[in-house]
Each structure stands twice: as C-alpha cells, then as structure tokens.
C-alpha cells in the first residue's frame, strides 16, 4: 500500500492536471524557459510564454508535439509594467527567470541594476494580480557560495548567501545580480504575502554552454573549495515543475545533480565548453586529489523522492 505522503502528492499533481490550470513562463525564450514551457504543456497546463526575443520565438519552440492550443505567447519585456500584466493575466503560477536583454547580453557591473529592476517589476505585477497563487523564482547557486569566510564553514546551504562586497572585489558580476535580484524578491514577497519558491541552480548543462557562461567565473576557485556544482536541464525542470505543484515546498532550493571535484570530472567539462577544434584536454591528468564536497541539496532531495517517476512525461 502506498503511503500517506506519496498519496498526497499523487493526488496534488494529478489534480494539477485534471484541472488544466493557466501559468506563465517568464522569460521563455532561454533553454530553461523553453524546457518548461514544453513540460508544462504536457503534463495538461495551459502556458502563457512570455518573451523578450520575438526572434528566438520559433528556435525556442521548434518541434512542440504538445497541443498549441493551450499555448498562448506574449512579447513581455520585464521593464514595462503593462505587458508584464498582460502575460500573467488568468494565470495562477509564474515560473520566473531572468534572460539578459539582447543589447546587453554579458555580465557587468551594470547587470545587477537591470537584474534588480527586472525582478522588483514582476513581482509588484505578480502582487497586483488577484490570481497568482505562486511563483517559482529561477536563482542560482552562486547566490549561496561566495563568501570568504564560508572557506572555513561547515557545508553551504539555501540558509546560506553570497557576501555582496566579495562579489564586487573579485569582480564576480552574475554572482552579484543573481543575489540582490533573489533578495529584492523575498523582500516584496514577503513585504507583499507572496507565496514564493527560488530554485538556484548550479552551472546549466544546457545545449548552448560555452566557455564565456558567467556562471564560470572564478570557477578554480569553486572547483578547489567542493563547491563547483552542475545541473542537467532534465532535472532542473522537474524541479521547478515539482516545487510549484508541491504545496509543502517552501523557501530556497539548492538546485544540481553533479559536483566536480576531481580533474577527470574538470577535464570531461572542460572538453564539453571548449569548440571542437579546440577540445584537445588530455583525458587524464596527474593529479588525483579529490576535493571533499561543502555544499548540499539535501532540502531539494528530500522533497524531490516522493515525486513519482511515473507522473514524468519523457
């Protein structure tokens, strides 16, 4: 006999299903806000995907089987308040995360502003919405591990943050939006009765990584302290997707399935982010050391056992 628990949340997702709820994607342009879209569709949601990038619209949404009837799109640039509104319009979730706008698309130490901007927008729009019963806030795991005075601390985790004048010494620009981002919005959250999830993600294992992916920077440094972490797309989704559906989840999730702390582990990365032409690394390296992991996800995994493989549509 099945127990209590898987029951509950059994019955939580298929009623999820069953009733064809409306949510939002913002911004769905990206490879994770794509993915979602494309699961949401599946497990029988409606989708509003709103996006920036009218031109990455049919890149992102190449080969949807779903039925696009329960797909609308909507051009919502996160710094006008109005198509905001008009995207969350009729729904009861948002799926959130930020795609840098096209005429600023690296990290710099102007980024935090926009970032900031972005993420205060959405949820002021999200709280003005009489709909909106929760939203899941894509965050990253470099909002948890930059600090100095971590490097002697027990293992990271989601009670743990980035030390904001770290980031700006060592110039870690994407590790500072992600945090005053995610922090801007737990403070209306809260400040507004928000019913708010964040996952924060380690490095994306998405089909276009390269080597000038933010998340990188400094990435010796995490890979000597245990604290280099990967996530594939799969299991980022089922996470956001589980996290909303879940009526138990609740603050910050670490977010990854991978923690490179060994040169095989670096080499078989390093490989991955390189062009062809030039992945030449050699297989293996000398040293053999293996660093010991300091952060955790055991909130994440807990929460993540009793989502039933078979509610996942492959």
């Not at 298929?14 to 994770?32: E, I, W, Y």
């Not at 699961?39 to 779903?66: D, I, M, P, T």
């Not at 051009?75 to 930020?98: E, N, V």
């Not at 920077?217 to 589980?242: P, S």
């Amino acid at each position: 006999m099945p127990n209590a628990t898987k029951l509950k949340n059994m019955a939580t997702a298929a009623s999820f299903n069953q009733t064809s709820k409306t949510v939002c994607v913002m911004d769905a342009s990206g490879p994770l806000g794509s993915s979602i879209v494309h699961r949401l569709l599946q497990r029988g949601y409606s989708v509003h995907a709103a996006v920036q990038n009218q031109g990455k619209l049919w890149q992102s949404f190449e080969g949807l089987s779903c039925n696009n009837e329960k797909l609308k799109v909507f051009h919502s640039d996160p710094f006008d308040y109005h198509s905001i509104m008009d995207a969350l319009k009729g729904c009861c979730g948002l799926f959130y995360s930020f795609e840098p706008p096209s005429d600023q698309p690296t990290y710099d130490e102007f980024m935090a502003d926009v970032e900031v901007r972005a993420a205060h927008n959405v949820l002021e729009a999200c709280a003005q919405t009489n709909t909106i019963d929760k939203v899941v806030f894509t965050s990253s795991a470099t909002t948890v591990i930059w600090n100095d005075s971590h490097r002697k601390a027990p293992d990271l985790d989601e009670r743990n943050w980035s030390d904001l004048n770290f980031c700006r010494k060592f110039k870690l620009w994407q590790a500072l939006s992600k945090t005053l981002a995610e922090k801007t919005a737990w403070a209306l959250a809260m400040d507004r009765s928000i019913n708010m999830v964040t996952v924060n993600g380690g490095l994306l294992m998405s089909p276009d990584l390269t080597i000038a992916n933010p998340y990188l920077k400094g990435a010796a440094e995490m890979y000597e302290d245990g604290v280099f972490v990967t996530v594939d797309l799969r299991f980022i989704v089922d996470t956001h997707i589980h996290v909303f559906e879940d009526i138990t989840s609740y603050g910050r999730y670490l977010c990854f399935n991978h923690v490179i702390k060994c040169n095989e582990d670096a080499v078989k990365l390093a490989n991955t982010l390189l062009p062809p032409s030039e992945s030449s690394l050699p297989q293996s390296l000398e040293d053999t050391r293996i660093h010991q992991q300091r952060i955790s996800n055991k909130k994440l995994n807990k929460l993540m056992v009793d989502f039933d493989s078979k509610l996942r549509v492959d």
